[in-house]
């Protein structure tokens, strides 16, 4: 096992003290917000795991033009890497979604565009792992892979577009379209952007830690077709 590096365990550290800091700005120092009341605070969770959600899927497209151009390992190893995160975040989100819907529409979920493009979008990474599984070969499981990422980073701009494309019950934080605008205090503005910057940086770690594991996982396959010719 190699030595983990000064700089991810100064990471890891840095990680767990921003989630603190984000937890308290939160469910503490963020107002109540007027019309929704205390279940509004999961709303800073839900935006901060969207964010590196969608953010993975563009970078692991990018990662599969990157393999596709090069042939070289490193990139499919944070292809897989972007997309395992990115996937476990966007789950969240939609699990938070969902709780904080409950209250606000009265429903844990209803086909409207931006949670249907969210549920198609998860379902999308859910296939790349059992499709991608099933290919023996790495270098063929590997440009399977990379095209499957750039096909699947498609959905990631159209769930982030939809709200302000169509009309839907999904309320806008940034920009303008068709939904609801919703209304953010001095305060409540600090607590999102932290909730940004704080799950940017876990987004980082957890990424940083999966690159590795690939690389073991790399090392121990090499070694049992060795032992297989």
Not at 13 to 37: C, N, R
Not at 41 to 48: D, E, P
């Amino acid at each position: 096992m190699q030595t983990k590096p000064l700089t991810l365990k100064i990471l890891d550290v840095a990680s767990i003290i921003v989630l603190v800091i984000s937890t308290y700005l939160a469910l503490v120092f963020a107002p109540t917000e007027a019309v929704m009341g205390d279940v509004q605070r999961v709303f800073y969770f839900h935006i901060g795991t969207a964010w590196v959600g969608l953010v993975g899927f563009v970078l692991a497209a990018g990662t599969g033009i990157a393999y596709l151009v090069t042939k070289d390992m490193k990139w499919d190893r944070l292809e897989v890497a972007a997309v395992e995160v990115s996937t476990i975040f966007f789950f969240i989100t939609i699990v938070l979604g969902s709780i904080w819907a409950r209250p606000a529409w009265n429903t844990w979920w209803t086909w409207d565009p931006r949670l249907t493009t969210a549920a198609v979008t998860e379902l999308i990474y859910i296939a790349f792992f059992m499709l991608r599984q099933g290919i023996e070969d790495p270098e063929r499981r590997a440009r399977f892979g990379a095209v499957y990422a750039i096909l699947g980073g498609l959905s990631a701009p159209i769930t982030f577009m939809v709200i302000r494309l169509f009309r839907t019950i999904h309320p806008i934080v940034v920009g303008s379209g068709q939904g609801e605008k919703l209304p953010l205090t001095a305060d409540m503005r600090v607590a999102f952007f932290f909730a940004l910057f704080a799950f940017t940086v876990i987004f980082i770690d957890l990424m940083w830690h999966r690159i590795r594991l690939g690389s073991l996982e790399e090392k121990v396959e090499q070694l049992k077709l060795n032992v297989s010719m």
